[in-house]
């Protein structure tokens, strides 16, 4: 991923205090994806069970700005939101009702098995060792691991920089092994990702070790403040749609989903209300992965 974050700073002070303003430039715009009216599906099926109910429960992030980030209504707003919201519609449930519940890093699998959610849409990395646990439709984007750091810092411009030096990064998560795995850095783990922000900035830690897409939408937040150390990636991140293991029928249903938004621009619509204020370029929709 190339350099991607442009900054809106001559906007934001043309717009002062609007709140209005910060907020969609924070990523927090909305499209609406009408819902199906009564849509049919096989008995049997996930789809049928949740559009007869006429609601869903989505896990996504709550303090991940761009993709998943609770809003002053207490709704989250976000790529992933939009993305989730769209499959809803397919399903003929308005945003209305649709139960957001926040999953961080740690607990996707669980709550997916346990029943807690119905999909989970939070910047979820498809990997062998979750498949064993849950299954994954999608790709619907690609990121990869990146570094953040004190905008003040340059003594780290690559992940082999950080090597016996303490990071930070979500317990749970891909780049948190990765960091310590392949590039030896002592991890300091967190909860969430802004509970990195903190003991970065007071330099606890040198770095913010995940998704670049993550750690942009810190930058773009407090541009002042951090930086990613370097606009290349080192792992590939190719996010999928978290759903019970072995619901195959749902799964092939979501990646169908998936393949309409990329034709009818539901996709291009919710990158570009979202996410896309910040990394202009819109994605093409990755391959899906139909394993
Ligand atoms: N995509 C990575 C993962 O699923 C990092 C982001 C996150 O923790 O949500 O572990």
Redesign the pocket.
């Known amino acids: 991923m190339k350099a991607f974050i442009t900054r809106r700073k001559s906007l934001l002070v043309a717009a002062g205090a609007a709140l209005a303003l910060s907020l969609s430039a924070c990523g927090g715009g909305t499209t609406t994806t009408p819902p199906v009216d009564k849509p049919s599906f096989a008995a049997g099926t996930t789809m049928e069970k949740l559009s007869q109910a006429g609601k869903i429960t989505i896990g996504t992030?709550f303090d991940?700005p761009l993709f998943g980030q609770k809003g002053l209504d207490g709704k989250p707003v976000g790529f992933d939101v939009e993305i989730g919201k769209a499959i809803a519609a397919k399903l003929g449930i308005t945003p209305d009702k649709i139960e957001w519940v926040e999953t961080?890093?740690a607990n996707?699998e669980p709550f997916i098995e346990q029943g807690r959610v119905d999909i989970v849409v939070?910047?979820?990395?498809i990997n062998d060792a979750r498949k064993q646990k849950v299954s994954f439709a999608g790709p619907y984007y690609e990121?990869g691991?990146a570094l953040l750091v004190n905008k003040d810092d340059s003594s780290i411009t690559k992940p082999e920089d950080v090597a016996g030096k303490k990071v930070c990064s979500?317990t749970?998560?891909?780049?948190?092994k990765t960091i310590v795995d392949k590039y030896a850095a002592e991890l300091v783990p967190a909860a969430n990702?802004t509970a990195c922000l903190e003991p970065l900035r007071n330099k606890q830690v040198v770095a913010v070790t995940?998704?670049n897409v993550?750690l942009a939408g810190y930058v773009d937040k407090e541009p002042d403040a951090f930086k990613l150390a370097s606009d290349q990636t080192f792992t590939k991140?190719p996010?999928g749609i978290g759903l019970k293991k072995e619901d195959t029928v749902f799964r092939n249903w979501i990646n169908d989903q998936l393949e309409a938004f990329a034709k009818d621009d539901t996709y291009k619509k919710a990158w570009e209300a979202t996410a896309g204020k910040v990394i202009k370029t819109v994605p093409a929709l990755p391959t899906i992965d139909r394993y």
């Not at 939070?122 to 990395?125: D, N, P, S």
């Not at 749970?172 to 948190?176: H, N």
């Open positions: 992030k991940q961080v890093s996707r939070a910047t979820y990395t990121a691991q979500v749970g998560s891909t780049p948190a990702y995940t998704d993550i991140e996010y």
